[in-house]
């Protein structure tokens, strides 16, 4: 069986605020995608690398793989992105040549994934599983709202689901091909990771342990701490 990563990058990064595309800013002067390329390339199971770049980046991404060493068993491709995260993971799909079985979708944003987590969800996947998803216990209660028209206005709460049930979602997120495949042809709506695809076909989802380092890079304080956390491991 053979494992591929697919590495959604094509997002701008609204939430961190001005500058080059999330996945190319950089943290202690490497660009954040080139962190989590490594992350993916770092499993001995992967042995290709899909990175689906900002859509008129796709020349920069290249160079950039090129410019930064990956192991010998690792080849990696580029393809454009899309509107969506679920578009950029469907051109990622496409681009998934014949002999990869088991599938990895893994946020560019989240640079800092241990490769003990990545080889957890391989496994899992391995084991049976038709779709496997890292998460964490959640440290502060969640609300239910009625979301407000006016930004800052009170929001009136509808309920407070049990915080011992919750889990917080990382990624790498891990498929058997053919699964993923199915979930992006048929599942359409918003969602906002690909395991729900495969929960809206009714198959099995499970959730793996995640780790505190997958943390999702999204809003200016947590490029502090990925920085941090680079600067304990001496990178
Ligand atoms: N992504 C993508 N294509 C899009 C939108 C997002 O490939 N059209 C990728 C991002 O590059 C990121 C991952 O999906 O690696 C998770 O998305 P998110 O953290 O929301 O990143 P952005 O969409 O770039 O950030 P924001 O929502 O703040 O603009
Ligand atoms: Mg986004």
Do not use: C, W
Request: glycine share 8%; proline share 10%; net charge negative.
């Amino acid at each position: 069986t053979r494992t591929a990563a697919v590495i959604p990058a094509a997002g701008r990064g609204v939430r961190l605020g001005p500058g080059a595309p999330k996945a190319l800013r950089a943290l202690n002067g490497t660009p954040m995608l080139i962190h989590a390329v490594r992350a993916m390339a770092a499993s001995r199971a992967v042995s290709l690398v899909i990175v689906v770049a900002p859509p008129d980046g796709t020349p920069e991404v290249k160079t950039l793989l090129d410019a930064h060493a990956l192991p010998e068993r690792t080849d990696f491709l580029v393809v454009p992105g899309g509107e969506s995260r679920q578009e950029s993971v469907k051109q990622g799909l496409d681009a998934l040549p014949p002999g990869y079985d088991i599938v990895l979708v893994h946020d560019a944003a989240r640079p800092l994934v241990p490769v003990d987590t990545v080889d957890a969800v391989i496994e899992a996947v391995r084991d049976g599983a038709p779709a496997v998803v890292p998460a964490l216990p959640l440290a502060d209660t969640v609300k239910e709202v009625e979301p407000a028209d006016a930004p800052g206005a009170p929001e009136p709460v509808v309920a407070t689901p049990e915080r011992a049930r919750l889990r917080a979602v990382q990624t790498p997120q891990g498929f058997h091909r053919e699964t993923l495949v199915r979930a992006h042809e048929t599942v359409t709506g918003e969602v906002t990771d690909d395991a729900s695809m495969v929960e809206r076909l009714g198959l099995g989802v499970v959730v793996v342990p995640g780790h505190e380092e997958a943390f999702k890079v999204t809003r200016p304080l947590d490029l502090v701490l990925a920085e941090a956390v680079l600067a304990r491991r001496r990178l």
